[in-house]
């Protein structure tokens, strides 16, 4: 995809690009699985708020909503924690090389501030499919994946080197 593309080719002008690529990569991975914890929830949430949506009830849809998000946010933090404080312990599962370590602790702890962000998206992106505004999931979805994260990829880098490539994310 193009935000792999944009991110790949930032990477590339690093010194120690091969460690970093190796570590995004595990690093990638671990967040793909926070994502599929993320889209669990919220998909287990569209039938009872398509249902309130359905039946016009404002105040079921509102609920379900304000819960599934402080769920998400809850387990965003505990996440975040995790990753952020067990780094180099969680990476070390993946990878013996120590470099690919030392670099990876600073890729996973740039991208773990966006853990909160990750999955408000999702269940944005639900609320706005259950409400009939297809277009406005989709935008929400391409602000996240194209309209920030490219720009952020070429631009970051300039004031933080690689920290800024790995913070991009959204």
Avoid: C, H
């Avoid at 990638?28 to 926070?34: D, I, N």
């Avoid at 067990?86 to 990476?91: E, R, S």
């Avoid at 639900?126 to 631009?155: D, H, N």
Wanted: charged fraction near 10%; charge should be positive.
């Amino acid at each position: 995809s193009l935000s792999i593309t944009a991110t790949k080719k930032a990477m590339a002008a690093l010194a120690g690009g091969d460690n970093y690529l190796a570590s995004y990569s595990v690093v990638q991975k671990l967040f793909q699985l926070l994502m599929m914890v993320f889209m669990g929830l919220v998909q287990a949430m569209q039938p009872i708020a398509a249902y309130s949506v359905g039946a016009a009830n404002k105040k079921r849809f509102k609920d379900i909503f304000i819960y599934v998000t402080k769920t998400l946010l809850i387990i965003s933090a505990g996440i975040a924690f995790l990753f952020y404080f067990f780094a180099g312990g969680i990476l070390g599962l993946f990878s013996s090389d120590p470099e690919v370590i030392g670099s990876g602790i600073s890729v996973l702890r740039s991208q773990t501030v966006t853990t909160p962000i990750l999955g408000l998206i999702v269940l944005l992106m639900m609320a706005f499919q259950i409400l009939g505004k297809s277009k406005l999931a989709i935008f929400v979805s391409l602000l996240r994946l194209i309209i920030l994260y490219v720009p952020l990829v070429a631009v970051l880098p300039l004031f933080w080197q690689q920290t800024g490539i790995f913070a991009a994310p959204i």
